[in-house]
């Protein structure tokens, strides 16, 4: 069966650019979770969903940080006017259940 | 408040070796503990995970680990290194008392396995 799949792998964007970040998670899993990760560094918690609702967004950093999962299943992070500071791995996993979790590949972010 | 630690940035083993991983936490409860693994450009994936019952846990690729809540450790081990092995491993953990559903990953460690 497939996994979760994030979308694009990779982005390059211009300092103050909008960029929007997708995430497709395991079909039927209700929990969905959004990650920064540096280099060197463990996944870092942005937000999670559980279906449509977001339960916690206390690890965003900012408000130009938004996420969204209208029906419960795709989920979308938003940076709005980007930064250097960005820059990062931008990691999406879900779970059934609230234990183990199901990672997919990232998206590399690059602000140029 | 929950944190994990892992004290090595890299571990280096020789094939066939025992090998370990070390993970130290803190949680005002009780923990749920997990360790992924992540291969180059590839996402973390699940290895395994200490919920409740007994301290140690097998998982997948011959991996365990053991729950110790009088040291608040859990290791990762395997009794025999494969240089397939080498990657980047995750401890985690999460703190069911609060009601907390996010888990604190720390920050990894390198496992080299040499032939």
């Known amino acids: 069966g497939a996994g979760v799949s994030q979308s694009p792998r990779y982005k390059v964007t211009k300092r103050g650019q909008d960029v929007a970040l997708r995430c497709d998670p395991i079909?039927?899993?209700?929990?969905l979770y959004w990650y920064r990760q540096a280099l060197g560094q463990g996944p870092e918690f942005l937000t999670y969903?559980?279906?449509?609702?977001?339960?916690?967004k206390s690890g965003l950093p900012n408000d130009r940080f938004s996420a969204e999962r209208p029906e419960g299943s795709i989920s979308t992070l938003t940076i709005q006017r980007t930064e250097q500071r960005d820059s990062a791995m931008y990691r999406c996993?879900?779970?059934?259940?609230?234990?183990?979790?199901?990672f997919g590949p990232g998206t590399r972010l690059t602000v140029l | 408040a929950q944190s994990v630690a892992q004290p090595e940035d890299q571990v280096n083993v020789a094939e066939g070796n025992p090998l370990t991983v070390k993970c130290t936490y803190s949680?005002?409860?009780?923990?749920?503990l997990f360790w992924y693994v992540q291969y180059p450009n590839r996402g973390l994936q699940f290895l395994l995970k200490?919920?409740?019952?007994?301290?140690l846990v097998k998982g997948s690729y011959g991996f365990e680990a053991e729950f110790n809540k009088s040291q608040t450790s859990f290791h990762l081990k395997k009794p025999s290194a494969l240089v397939s092995d080498s990657a980047l491993y995750f401890c985690?953990?999460?703190?069911?008392?609060?009601?907390?559903?996010?888990?604190?990953f720390g920050r990894g460690t390198s496992l080299i396995v040499h032939p």
């Open positions: 996993a879900s779970s059934s259940t609230a234990n183990e979790q199901f």
């Open positions: 079909s039927g899993h209700v929990s």
């Open positions: 969903f559980n279906y449509e609702a977001q339960q916690d």
């Open positions: 949680v005002s409860g009780n923990p749920y």
């Open positions: 200490y919920i409740t019952g007994d301290n």
């Open positions: 985690a953990v999460r703190d069911i008392s609060g009601g907390s559903y996010i888990p604190t």
